[in-house]
């Protein structure tokens, strides 16, 4: 099971996806991350150096800028970050969309048509004794 994400090839940050304790080690894309603090489930964790005023990147776009350096592995929070929407009036959203890497396939559904038009497929009732 994943313990953090990753959400954007472009993230300099991965999310948390179970509490961490500090000196915890976890791998992300084949990179070897030492924790320096505790991190919470669903918090922010550095995966590269971030420069004080360096851009956050999550969902690979900036959410906010680094107030000071910040090394791998620490936990990215309010404490050590800030937005960038300061004295922004105005707001606009770029998104970059990048093709599917799946192969389109032709898929196949083995069902069957009602006479009022809907479709159905056979039910069967498994029984599997648990105990």
């Given at each position: ?32 991350i ?19 005023g ?18 791998p592995?620490?936990w ?13 009036n ?32 056979r039910?069967e ?7």
């Amino acid at each position: 099971m994943k313990e953090v994400i990753r959400i954007h090839q472009e993230d300099n940050v991965a999310v948390a996806l179970r509490d961490f304790l500090a000196q915890e080690n976890l791998m992300v894309n084949g990179k070897e991350i030492s924790l320096k603090e505790e991190v919470k489930r669903g918090h922010k964790i550095a995966l590269t150096p971030i420069s004080a005023g360096g851009n956050i990147i999550k969902y690979g776009f900036p959410i906010g800028h680094a107030t000071h350096s910040i090394s791998p592995g620490e936990w990215v929070h309010t404490h050590n970050t800030k937005t960038n929407l300061n004295n922004i009036n105005e707001y606009e959203f770029h998104q970059k969309l990048a093709d599917p890497k799946e192969k389109k396939q032709s898929l196949m559904f083995k069902g069957y048509r009602r006479k009022n038009g809907d479709v159905g497929i056979r039910n069967e009732l498994w029984i599997v004794p648990t105990v």
